[in-house]
C-alpha cells in the first residue's frame, strides 16, 4: 500500500456556488463576458443579476428578451461564473417609491414563468439558486399591488417557479413564515435533494444580522421569532441559505448584530453559503475587516473542503480492480449543494495520457463541520498505458456542458506540497495525492 497525508490551507480559495457575490454590472440580459471575466479574476464565482420586467407587466415577454437571457447566461459559462437571477417588476428607489411600485397580475406572472422556464431549463448550468422574484417591491414578496402575497396567489407562484426548472435546482424565497406555511417542519437529512418541493425551497435573508427581526424578516414576537430562526436553521442544513446585510436604519431602534463574534456565531447556525459583498458594508463589512474576521468568513462561507488522506495499493493490473480509500472534512458553514462526481485520474508519467476513473461518491453528503472516509472500487481499464501513474482526485461540475471545464471544478483546500508532489492542477481541475501507482 502506498498512502499520503495532506496538509490544509488557510487561504481563501473560490470554488463554484459559494462566498461572497457581487452584483452584475447590468441586467442579466445585457451580461457581458467582460463582466464576468472580471468577477474571475477577482475571485468571484457567483454573481448577482437582475432581469428587469417593468416594460411587460401587461404584456408577453419579447424574444429579444429571451434572447438576450440565453447570451447573458452563455457569457457566464464562458467566463467561469454562475448567476444568481431574480426577475423583477420593479425597483423602487426609497420608502415612498416601494410602497407606490407595482407588479403583474397573477395570470401575467405565471405566463411570463412559462416564456421563460425553457430558457432556465436551457441554462440550469449556471444558475447557483433562483431568488423567487416576481412579487412586489424589489420581488422581495412584500407591497403587491396584485394582490400576489395573498396564500393562494404566492403558492402558485411557488409551483410555478419549482416547475421551471430541473428538480435538482433549489428557489429561494425571501420570507421564513411562508415556507413554514407550506412546509410545517423543515426537511431534514433523509429527504435532502429528493426533489419535493419542500427540499427544493430555501430562503434568501437580505437583511441578514441587520436588526432583531432582520428588519422585518422575522416576526415582532420574541417567542414566534425563535421559532422561525430555528426552521430557518434546520432548512439551511439541506437548502441553500444565503442573502445580504441592510441598512439597521430601515428598522427604529435596530440593534444591529455587526461584530465579528456575531457572524462567525449566524454564519455557523444558518449554514450561510453566499453573500453580497458590496452591501451594507458600512456596518458589516467595515466592521468585520477592522475587527480582522472578514477573511474567515470569506474562508468558511459556504463549502470548504479539505483532504486528509489517501491511500491505495502500490501496482495495479489492467483491467482489474483498484480499491482507494480516502478521508475528506467539510470545514465550511454549508454543504455542497450541487450534485457532482467524485472521480480518480490517473496520469501516466511520461506520456502524460489521462484515464477518469468514476466514483459513486456524492459530495453533497459532506455536511458542514464534519468528516467522511471513503473506500471505493474501480476498475482500471483495459488497455491503460503500463507504467507509471499520478493518482488525482476531481470534483467536476455535474453538468455535462461543464464537467470539462476546470474552471466549475471544486479545488480542495489543502496546500501545495512539491516536496511531496502533491497539488492542485488548474488545467486538469484535480488534486494530485503525489502517490504512484505503477499500472503493469
Not at 454590472?25 to 448577482?48: C, E, I, M
Not at 463549502?303 to 491511500?311: H, K
Not at 454549508?334 to 501516466?348: D, E, I, S
Not at 506540497?417 to 486538469?428: K, P
Request: glycine share 8%; net charge neutral; aromatic share 12%.
Amino acid at each position: 500500500m502506498v498512502s499520503a497525508q495532506f496538509t490544509a490551507s488557510n487561504a481563501e480559495i473560490p470554488n463554484p456556488e459559494r462566498g461572497f457575490y457581487r452584483w452584475a454590472w447590468s441586467d442579466l440580459n445585457q451580461f457581458s463576458k467582460d463582466d464576468g471575466a472580471d468577477a474571475y479574476t477577482n475571485g468571484f464565482r457567483v454573481l448577482y443579476a437582475m432581469v428587469r420586467l417593468d416594460a411587460y407587466k401587461s404584456t408577453a415577454l419579447p424574444s429579444s428578451l429571451l434572447d438576450g437571457l440565453r447570451t447573458g447566461f452563455a457569457n457566464a459559462r464562458q467566463s467561469g461564473v454562475k448567476i444568481i437571477p431574480r426577475f423583477v417588476y420593479n425597483y423602487p428607489d426609497g420608502e415612498t417609491e416601494y410602497r407606490n411600485a407595482t407588479d403583474a397580475s397573477l395570470s401575467q406572472v405565471l405566463a411570463h414563468i412559462a416564456q421563460l422556464k425553457p430558457v432556465l431549463q436551457e441554462n440550469t448550468d449556471v444558475i447557483a439558486y433562483l431568488q423567487a422574484g416576481f412579487i412586489g417591491a424589489w420581488g422581495e414578496w412584500h407591497t403587491s399591488s396584485n394582490g400576489l402575497t395573498s396564500a393562494g396567489n404566492r403558492t402558485s407562484i411557488r409551483d410555478a417557479l419549482l416547475g421551471a426548472l430541473p428538480q435538482e435546482q433549489f428557489v429561494q424565497f425571501r420570507y421564513p413564515p411562508y415556507v413554514m406555511e407550506w412546509f410545517a417542519t423543515p426537511p431534514t437529512e433523509s429527504s435532502a435533494f429528493n426533489g419535493s418541493a419542500a427540499s427544493r425551497s430555501g430562503v434568501h435573508n437580505d437583511c441578514f444580522l441587520a436588526s432583531a427581526t432582520d428588519v422585518g424578516t422575522y416576526s415582532d414576537n420574541a417567542a414566534t421569532r425563535q421559532q422561525q430562526r430555528n426552521y430557518t436553521m434546520a432548512l439551511a442544513k439541506v437548502t441553500p441559505f444565503g442573502g445580504e446585510t441592510c441598512n439597521p436604519a430601515d428598522d427604529a431602534g435596530a440593534q444591529p448584530r455587526t461584530s465579528c463574534a456575531d457572524i462567525l456565531a449566524e454564519g455557523k447556525q444558518f449554514s450561510l453559503t453566499y453573500l453580497n459583498n458590496d452591501y451594507y458594508t458600512e456596518a458589516f463589512h467595515t466592521r468585520w475587516k477592522q475587527d480582522g474576521c472578514y477573511d474567515e468568513v470569506k474562508r468558511l462561507m459556504g463549502y470548504r473542503l479539505e483532504f486528509v488522506s489517501a491511500e491505495h495499493a502500490a501496482s495495479a493490473t489492467a483491467g482489474t480492480a483498484l480499491s482507494v480509500r480516502f478521508t475528506v472534512r467539510n470545514v465550511g458553514w454549508a454543504r455542497p449543494f450541487k450534485a457532482r462526481p467524485v472521480g480518480l485520474l490517473l496520469k501516466h508519467r511520461t506520456s502524460g495520457t489521462v484515464v477518469k476513473l468514476a466514483t459513486s461518491v456524492d459530495p453533497r453528503t459532506w455536511t458542514a463541520g464534519n468528516t467522511f472516509t471513503h473506500e471505493v472500487s474501480v476498475t482500471v481499464p483495459a488497455g491503460t498505458q503500463a507504467g507509471e501513474h499520478d493518482v488525482y482526485i476531481a470534483l467536476p461540475d455535474g453538468a455535462g456542458q461543464l464537467g470539462s471545464d476546470a474552471r466549475f471544478a471544486v479545488r480542495p483546500a489543502n496546500a501545495d506540497n512539491a516536496g511531496s508532489r502533491q497539488g492542485w492542477d488548474a488545467s486538469l481541475g484535480a488534486f494530485r495525492f503525489g502517490t504512484t501507482l505503477t499500472v503493469k
